[in-house]
């Protein structure tokens, strides 16, 4: 090629290389692009899942029997749609650094190579990268192994089980952000939210343990909460997506870099993907998302909140996703004390989650979502107004 051609060729690359390496640029892109994704390959993926076969005894798609009886007719509406959300997801997160990466090599040319630009070690780099979307992948995949246990007339996994795989997950996140943390030799890049490496020279071991604890917790406790409110036809996916953007205007300060940007730019491919799913999802649902994307956007939300020290700003983001784990948790407490009190046990609500006590209530599904859609986005809107006036603490920090 031309000496003349290649300098152009250069010029280009870093123009483009600085656009996706914008704070809105990168993740609006894979945002569209999973919505795109979606959009087209969401109805073969739904042709698949129906002519899927995996009970032999009867339906394989049923429908769960604690769901009012309206629900009844959802029989045979298959679920898993979760493979399509995170599937399109993990695939333009990687199409993004890939081109980010090529792009990088081409700016440069033979003057500066990608790792000695960056001033960090390859595997290092490697792992930021990669922590992310691998987390939310093996959520997937415990979701699919419980999915596919129901699908096949084996009932699900056991409630024990299934929490002790979120609970290792989770602690094998945020251990392994830790791990990062402690070995980070980015120079350029601040990956630093906690001066983990000078509290364990200070004998700070009991406060990272703690720090461990709570923050699996954090994931353990979103991963429930999406997973929870997924029994009506497009109210997770629809939250998800305002979800996604909330992330993006919170980490709005973050420098290009940054391991809370890599989970913006994921999040925001979940939020596309979320929103291409709703043309399958919403009422009356084509397909359901299924454990296999509850339990996965759940760990993002935890994971997002984390990465852009987000932890306090989760109740107003996800705010319907807690009112529906709590009031599960209320409606089980109540039924126990009443039980022990009474002898009787009564119900605080219809039928928990909450959704299911509106639609008792004599609520059609599409009023459900669209108020706590409003709800949320109006929690939304209110924590991220203390959030940019920093009346929200920043953690973890």
């Given at each position: 090629m031309p000496a003349s051609n290649a300098g152009q060729l250069s010029d280009v690359a870093q123009v483009a290389l600085r656009w996706l390496g914008n704070i809105y640029i990168g993740p609006l892109a894979v945002f569209f692009c999973t919505l795109i994704l979606m959009l087209v390959f969401g109805g073969p993926l739904v042709g698949w899942l129906r002519r899927k076969r995996w009970r032999k005894d009867s339906e394989t798609w049923t429908v769960r029997e604690d769901t009012p009886d309206t629900h009844q007719a959802k029989q045979g509406t298959p679920s898993m749609g979760g493979i399509g959300i995170v599937g399109s997801a993990i695939f333009a997160f990687l199409a993004l650094v890939t081109a980010v990466f090529s792009l990088f090599q081409v700016g440069f040319g033979q003057r500066q190579s990608l790792a000695a630009a960056m001033t960090t070690s390859w595997p290092h780099l490697t792992a930021s990268l990669a922590l992310v979307p691998l987390t939310v992948g093996l959520f997937a995949l415990l979701g699919f192994a419980d999915d596919w246990s129901k699908a096949s007339g084996r009932g699900g996994l056991r409630a024990r089980a299934k929490f002790l795989g979120q609970v290792a997950l989770a602690v094998g996140f945020v251990g392994a952000w830790l791990v990062l943390i402690v070995t980070q030799s980015f120079q350029g890049v601040r990956f630093v939210f906690i001066d983990v490496a000078g509290a364990l020279r200070a004998g700070g071991t009991p406060q990272l343990l703690l720090l461990l604890i709570v923050l699996s917790l954090v994931v353990v406790a979103t991963s429930n909460a999406v997973n929870l409110t997924d029994g009506i036809d497009g109210l997770a996916a629809g939250l998800a997506v305002q979800v996604g953007f909330a992330f993006l205007l919170c980490g709005s300060y973050i420098a290009p870099g940054e391991i809370g940007l890599i989970s913006t730019i994921f999040w925001m491919a979940l939020g596309g993907a979320c929103l291409g799913f709703l043309n399958f999802n919403r009422y009356p649902a084509k397909?359901?998302?299924?454990?296999?994307?509850?339990?996965?956007?759940?760990?993002?939300?935890?994971?997002?909140?984390?990465?852009?020290?987000?932890?306090?700003?989760?109740?107003?983001?996800?705010?319907?996703?807690?009112?529906?784990?709590?009031?599960?948790?209320?409606?089980?407490?109540?039924?126990?004390?009443?039980?022990?009190?009474?002898?009787?046990?009564?119900?605080?609500?219809?039928?928990?989650?909450?959704?299911?006590?509106?639609?008792?209530?004599?609520?059609?599904?599409?009023?459900?979502?669209?108020?706590?859609?409003?709800?949320?986005?109006?929690?939304?809107?209110?924590?991220?107004?203390?959030?940019?006036?920093?009346?929200?603490?920043?953690?973890?920090?």
């Open positions: 397909v359901f998302m299924g454990d296999t994307g509850s339990l996965a956007i759940g760990a993002a939300l935890g994971v997002g909140a984390i990465l852009n020290k987000a932890v306090f700003l989760l109740p107003f983001i996800g705010f319907i996703y807690f009112v529906e784990m709590l009031s599960v948790v209320a409606q089980v407490l109540w039924f126990k004390w009443t039980r022990r009190t009474s002898g009787e046990g009564k119900r605080l609500l219809r039928r928990a989650p909450l959704h299911h006590h509106f639609e008792l209530a004599g609520w059609s599904e599409w009023r459900v979502v669209l108020t706590f859609w409003a709800v949320n986005a109006a929690t939304t809107l209110l924590g991220l107004m203390l959030w940019n006036n920093e009346l929200l603490p920043h953690w973890p920090n």
